[in-house]
Nanobody, 114 residues
Framework: QLELVESGGGLVQPGGSLRLSCAAS????????MNWYRQTPGNERELVAA????????YYADSVKGRFTISRDNAKNTVYLQMNSLKPEDTAAYYC???????WGQGTQVTVSS
């Protein structure tokens, strides 16, 4: 069964850090690029970060560049999003996606607030 399961969201104060995880199953993880998106109510999903199959190439939205780091562990079928120096505007539901496909996780909520 194809599945992506995100975890690691929560409530954090401005300036804090969180690490999101996305565990994949049901397909050969190492052959797909992976993406992290985020979405706030009433808005479209925004691509936050992307990573190539071997992790050698990454992409970041300007809004998170220098603060977020995407990485992957192909042995564990997991992609991560390390989020540092969090800001209130980072508050959103975060989703992982298998690149180029309609496979999405269920999302994990990140709330940045004092």
């Amino acid at each position: 069964q194809l599945e992506l399961v995100e975890s690691g969201g929560g409530l954090v104060q401005p300036g804090g850090s969180l690490r999101l995880s996305c565990a994949a199953s049901g397909f050969t993880f190492s052959t797909y690029g992976m993406n992290w998106y985020r979405q706030t109510p009433g808005n479209e999903r925004e691509l936050v970060a992307a990573i190539s199959t071997d992790g050698g190439t990454t992409y970041y939205a300007d809004s998170v560049k220098g603060r977020f780091t995407i990485s992957r562990d192909n042995a564990k079928n997991t992609v991560y999003l390390q989020m540092n120096s969090l800001k209130p505007e980072d508050t959103a539901a975060y989703y992982c996606q298998r690149s180029g496909t309609g496979l999405w996780g269920q999302g994990t909520q990140v709330t940045v607030s004092s």
